[in-house]
């Protein structure tokens, strides 16, 4: 089975400083697919990022990029120019490829918060 | 697209009472999962369904929890009876499962409150 591990469970930072969250998992699969949640106030659920294990490079979207490590089993969240929007629970998550294991693993969280 | 609807967004309840979780899965989406929120617990995947049929429902907690998808554009969790730890945020996700995994659209979530 697999897990996700996630260190910090708490972590805040001022306004437009860049943050990193942390996050481990275990799999004995070669492929499949990590992904970053975002969970605000009005516990939506909103992806973040997503990567795919089979490409090397890291996945970007805005001001969030990833720093996926597979043979560490790594996969941080990088959030630079933080805002005060960005402040929420994340949560790191894995998938499986194979049929059969298409659910979310999901860590248990990082609750992030930006000071004005 | 309105996304995933669930329905009620929040839930009180006195312990013993039959709780009925409903959710609209995206139109085309072929995959639909429940999952349940604690504190304490985290995210938990409950049960998932592929073209309405259940495929992993070990997460489910014991007998008194049930979850039926009848057709491919509805889908409810069913605690009977439902006691004060079941009080949690529950979610509905669906995705289009194919032959590259897509990512989940969950709903909103319903609020439980056992008393």
């Known amino acids: 089975a697999q897990t996700v591990t996630q260190s910090q469970p708490e972590m805040s930072v001022q306004e437009a400083e860049t943050v990193t969250l942390s996050c481990t998992y275990d799999?004995?699969?070669?492929?499949?697919?990590l992904f970053w949640y975002k969970q605000p106030p009005s516990r939506q659920m909103i992806l973040v990022i997503r990567?795919?294990?089979?490409?090397?490079q890291n996945a970007t979207e805005n001001r969030f990029s990833v720093n996926f490590q597979k043979a560490a089993k790594s996969f941080s969240l990088k959030i630079s120019d933080s805002q005060l929007g960005d402040t929420a629970m994340y949560f790191c998550?894995?998938?499986?490829?194979?049929?059969?294991?298409?659910?979310?693993?999901f860590g248990t969280g990082t609750r992030l918060t930006i000071i004005p | 697209d309105a996304g995933v609807i669930q329905s009620p967004r929040h839930e009180v309840t006195e312990m013993g009472q039959e709780v009925t979780l409903r959710c609209k899965p995206i139109?085309?989406?072929?995959?639909l999962f429940w999952y349940r929120q604690t504190m304490m617990r985290g995210l938990e995947l409950l049960i998932y369904?592929?073209?309405?049929?259940?495929?992993?429902d070990s997460g489910m907690p014991e007998d008194r929890f049930s979850a039926k998808m009848p057709n491919a554009s509805f889908s409810t969790l069913k605690i009977q009876p439902s006691e004060p730890r079941d009080s949690a945020v529950y979610f509905c996700?669906?995705?289009?499962?194919?032959?590259?995994?897509?990512?989940?659209?969950f709903g909103s979530g319903t609020q439980l409150s056992v008393l």
């Open positions: 996700a669906s995705s289009l499962i194919r032959t590259t995994n897509e990512k989940l659209f």
């Open positions: 369904f592929n073209n309405n049929v259940p495929i992993d």
């Open positions: 990567q795919e294990a089979y490409k090397q």
């Open positions: 998550a894995f998938q499986g490829s194979n049929f059969g294991n298409e659910k979310l693993t």
């Open positions: 139109s085309g989406h072929n995959s």
């Open positions: 799999t004995s699969e070669s492929n499949y697919y």
